[in-house]
């Protein structure tokens, strides 16, 4: 790919920059939705986004645009993803959607292309929802499907106020959420899973992306002293949270081949080594692309707790954090995807999404495909994370043929 199409050097020059931005003094990146590490990291692309000349708009649940109108003010065609992140992340998931997606416009600024209709890059706020749940909350709200009342009211984690959060770092802007609705959406994204690196194929032509359900659990028990309480009169929380887990992997994923679970958070209270503990809050992950599997999959979690809490003499209470069912994308973008790709020699895999991405908000409005590229080991949600600069290219040069080809009106 010559300099003229894409600046891939920049690319990795501003990964770089963005991750940098949110590391600690021990050099752990995190990016919390709306912490000061997410402030920054916005500034950055903010400056990134004026200096190509676009204009900068943000909405009222702080996602952030950077327009190139064109000709005709019409539905424009968006590229996006997100820059928050998972705690102790790596530099690349969803900053490489967005970077990428302003290196396309850039690239064709610089080729003299003139977009029939307006260009948008877009970064969502809160996709991670690791501080605010639901996840790809920005792109949510943005499709209509949560209101925007209800997310500035969101309780984090560490018990702040989302609205509050996003005012203090200064992103709650005044555009209604909505307002830019696309023509169609594309998000490149790196596949955070060991399928493209394992087969030897260089881009995956995402067509559905997996149903996600989450849950925080709360088990109560009695607490009581370790050593004189014999086993069979306790009522132990901490057991019954383990139980949880254990059914999960031996009996709901164990059962599907496609059916993932995770225990991601658990924290035990009092949380000291002789007390038995008398509460349990743990939070459930669970996913499948078949909604009825999923859907059968969530029901027998639900079954399983009514027994356990007969069983062990807990009580146990849910609550629903978000639930999205699976989503098929755009065929049409799909093949648009898979053609650039094999135009330009790479091998190509039709694929599924094991990861929530903002391209399935955005399928409930418009038209929408993902692109990935190989994860080194499969490694994602973590420092190692890591793509191989030729891939990372690859990706751009199919992002960059497919919106030439959409942005000029091309019918075929
Ligand atoms: C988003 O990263 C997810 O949890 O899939
Ligand atoms: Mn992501
Ligand atoms: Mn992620």
Redesign the pocket.
Known sequence: MSQSEFDLARLLARLDALGDSARDADGVLSRLALSEQDRAGRDLLAGWLRAAGLEVAIDAIGNIFGIWRGEIDAAPLMLGSHIDS?VDAGIY?GCYGVLAGLGVIEALQRNGFEPVFPLVVAAFTN???NRYAP?MMGSLVHAGGLALERALATVGSDGTLLGDELRRIGYAGDLPPGAIRPCAYLELHIEQGPMLEHDGIRIGAVENLQG?SWQEITIRGVANHAGTTPTRLRCDAGLAAARVATFLRDEIAAGSATTVATVGKLRLHPDVINVIPSRAVLTV?LRDPDAEIFARAEARLAEFLEWLAARDGVEIDCRRLARFEPVNFDPGLVAAVDAAATARGYSCRRMTSG???DAQMLARICPAAMIFVPSRDGIS?NPREHTAPDDLAAGAAVLLDVTRKLASGSAD
């Open positions: 998972v998931d996709e991670e929802g996840d996600i992950d990861a929530g991405h949600h």
